[in-house]
């Protein structure tokens, strides 16, 4: 079982749709969450991280984490064709001696005008 | 505000070759970290710098390739001798602080080994 799944898409969605983003994953050390964006042949942009469980909004975005399922989820409100990217999760242990993300292998979406 | 720093950002060599790939890490930032991300696959970790240091390169293929942050200058990915399954692109991160999460990518270099 690898340690971090993301269903691959593609996923297509009318603009002004909201948009459901999932990643599981098998390693409970996991403490930080954190979703990127990435244009294609672009590098990841950082749009959100949470720490441990619970929600957190910024603008248009919403990031969700729940421990207990391991289960983490990003929803786009009033999705936007600008949106059209691919979207990685990604994780990280707490504590000292941890510096390596551990990616999804990212849900690539489509927001048609 | 200047983000990370990559270049070249498109690279060709011949198999056998060596390969240089350069990252300047955003201003104020001195914590480095290389990642892979081959066709199909997600980012994997390489390895993590900081300047004069490598604090972590567990995700470094043991043979032909080297990582340094010097004093002065960029980082530095090297791979000597590519062979095709090299071809991938090649992404840097800088954070501020020393831990893992809030790490910002630059555009990454496409290396292409023929």
């Known amino acids: 079982q690898k340690e971090v799944e993301q269903d691959p898409g593609p996923l297509s969605v009318p603009e002004g749709a909201i948009v459901s983003l999932n990643c599981t994953y098998s390693n409970s050390a996991f403490q930080y969450f954190m979703w990127y964006r990435q244009y294609s042949r672009k590098g990841p942009e950082l749009l959100m991280y949470?720490?441990?469980?619970g929600n957190k909004e910024d603008g248009r975005f919403t990031a969700q984490v729940d421990k207990s399922s391991k289960y983490i989820s990003l929803f786009i409100r009033d999705s936007q064709p600008s949106d059209s990217a691919t979207y990685l999760c990604?994780?990280?242990?707490?504590?000292?001696?941890?510096?390596?993300?551990?990616f999804g292998k990212g849900t690539k979406l489509s927001v048609i005008p | 505000n200047a983000g990370v720093m990559q270049n070249p950002r498109h690279l060709v060599r011949r198999r056998g070759q060596e390969a240089r790939l350069r990252c300047s890490p955003m201003?104020?930032?001195?914590?480095v970290y290389w990642y892979r991300q081959l066709p199909e696959e997600g980012l994997k970790f390489m390895v993590y710098?900081?300047?004069?240091?490598?604090?972590?390169e567990s995700g470094m293929p043991k043979e032909r390739f080297s990582a340094e942050f010097p004093k002065e200058g960029p980082s530095i990915l090297r791979i000597q001798q590519v062979v095709r399954g090299d071809s991938a692109a090649y992404f840097c991160?800088?954070?501020?602080?020393?831990?893992?999460?809030?790490?910002?990518f630059g555009p990454g270099t496409r290396l292409t080994v023929t």
């Open positions: 991160a800088s954070s501020q602080n020393r831990g893992g999460y809030e790490q910002y």
């Open positions: 949470t720490y441990s469980s």
């Open positions: 710098l900081q300047k004069e240091n490598i604090i972590d």
């Open positions: 990604a994780m990280d242990y707490s504590g000292a001696g941890s510096y390596q993300l551990t």
């Open positions: 201003k104020g930032h001195s914590h």
